[in-house]
């Protein structure tokens, strides 16, 4: 009994009665299941590999190891594998004493054969559900320093930490490109923290928050008596960011005479405190964002152009998280298992009407309307998810097709990042037959190393 249990079989059934066992495996087969049978439970905890994604049938009467002995052995290696124990008449106590165990489920003899397929299909589903939220907290514990502050394994975000990671590498200013609530400024951190400057200061200013009155004064400090009120010298945030990096927000809020004075420092690199003469050299890196357009904004009169182009050197575009389907469940799984850890709750797994439902939604605030789901979620409340206007999720502007088709892209992508070695390994995964899962990749983009050579045989 050293052989492991084949990872495609999906039912384990294990009955020293033959007549029965044939039976019940004939049911199952024909049901579509992938059954393997045993006549005893010897050795069979140390057949079953890690993350097996299947369930075992058990009869709990048998000579040797019966069935709650099989099921304390296999939940000592794996306390989730579901476990079904089959019950002769008269051995209800023994099959609660089961289900305190742990047991999955307990069919009483004589049973009927769908109620052991509804069974055996439950179980599947919670397995499935298991191992998915397993993989995805093993993605998150396997991550480089980049990948721990930029999460996701989508095409969209290992193109963004390529592009992190080489402009961390040279001194030059940045504009970061992005949606609200697409997080500008935890790459902007990310570019910071991974550079020469790391040790200095890193000064980060929303001009979108700042009133117009004060924003000047904020960004480039005052002498005592340059205006009303400014009884003492202010040290701006420019200033204040020498030997680091100052990430400035919103910058397509910003006044245009605040652009003009923006524009000088970027070009000679010193700062002239309001009511003072003298210039101040700065030896720092400017990061600016923006959630807008800005070359139409020049365009159209409301930016400068020349502001526009200074900045312009290296633009940095964060993806929108529609754009990045595979990402969603990992990133949501990610910030739930943080907020249970700071409220001292236990981690909770999703399910598969919540996974549809994440997947399935718009996302218009992006990883910020994310983060929030996922805090509701580890503490019991519903996900919340809405359009705006209230809408249901994932009506803005996308037809019922479109969004089947993005839920089926974000599925088939998602297992895609685990580890299968062929096109077929990857089709018995989603359920579905090898040529309709190649036309799925052709149809929605998606390249599985091997598939076109694998599809000649």
């Not at 599947?124 to 996701?152: K, P, T």
């Not at 997080?183 to 929303?206: C, Q, Y």
């Amino acid at each position: 009994m050293s052989r492991a249990i084949d990872s495609r079989i999906q039912v384990l059934l294990i009955d020293d009665d033959a007549h029965l066992r044939q039976a019940l495996s004939q049911t199952l087969d024909l049901a579509g299941f992938r059954v393997e049978t045993l006549a005893d439970a010897q050795g069979v905890a140390q057949r079953i590999p890690a993350d097996w994604p299947g369930v075992v049938v058990s009869d709990i009467r048998m000579p040797g190891i019966d069935g709650l002995q099989l099921l304390q052995q296999l939940h000592a290696q794996d306390g989730e594998l579901p476990v079904l124990l089959i019950t002769g008449h008269g051995d209800v106590p023994l099959a609660v004493q089961a289900m305190r165990a742990g047991a999955y489920d307990f069919l009483e003899k004589p049973f009927a054969s769908e109620a052991l397929l509804d069974s055996v299909r439950r179980a599947l589903d919670v397995r499935r559900l298991v191992l998915d939220n397993r993989s995805l907290r093993l993605a998150l514990a396997d991550r480089s320093q980049l990948g721990a502050r930029l999460l996701g394994q989508s095409p969209a975000m290992l193109r963004l930490r390529e592009q992190v990671g080489a402009l961390a590498a040279i001194n030059s200013d940045v504009l970061i490109l992005g949606e609200t609530g697409a997080g500008k400024e935890v790459v902007a951190r990310a570019l910071h923290d991974l550079s020469a400057r790391k040790k200095g200061p890193f000064v980060a200013i929303n001009a979108g928050a700042l009133a117009e009155s004060v924003v000047e004064s904020e960004l480039f400090g005052h002498e005592p008596g340059a205006f009303t009120g400014a009884q003492k010298r202010r040290i701006g945030k420019f200033e204040f960011a020498n030997g680091g990096t100052l990430f400035l927000d919103e910058i397509e809020s910003m006044s245009p005479d605040v652009q003009v004075k923006l524009l000088r420092l970027l070009q000679e690199r010193v700062v002239e405190r309001l009511g003072g003469n003298q210039l101040i050299p700065l030896d720092i890196r400017v990061i600016a964002a923006t959630k807008e357009d800005l070359r139409q904004a020049a365009d159209q009169g409301r930016f400068r152009a020349d502001l526009y182009y200074r900045l312009n050197v290296a633009p940095l575009r964060i993806p929108p998280l529609r754009e990045r389907g595979e990402d969603i469940l990992l990133l949501f799984q990610h910030y739930a298992d943080g907020a249970s850890s700071r409220h001292g709750l236990p981690t909770r797994s999703l399910q598969a009407g919540q996974r549809a439902l994440l997947l399935g939604h718009n996302w218009p605030g992006n990883v910020r309307e994310l983060q929030n789901a996922a805090e509701r979620f580890a503490i019991g409340l519903e996900l919340g998810l809405e359009q705006p206007g209230g809408s249901t999720p994932g009506s803005s502007g996308q037809s019922l097709g479109e969004q089947v088709e993005a839920y089926e892209r974000a599925l088939i992508s998602a297992e895609m990042h685990k580890p299968h070695n062929s096109l077929r390994s990857l089709a018995e995964a989603l359920g579905i037959a090898r040529k309709t899962l190649h036309d799925k990749l052709r149809k929605h983009g998606l390249d599985f190393a091997g598939s076109a050579a694998e599809d000649t045989d």
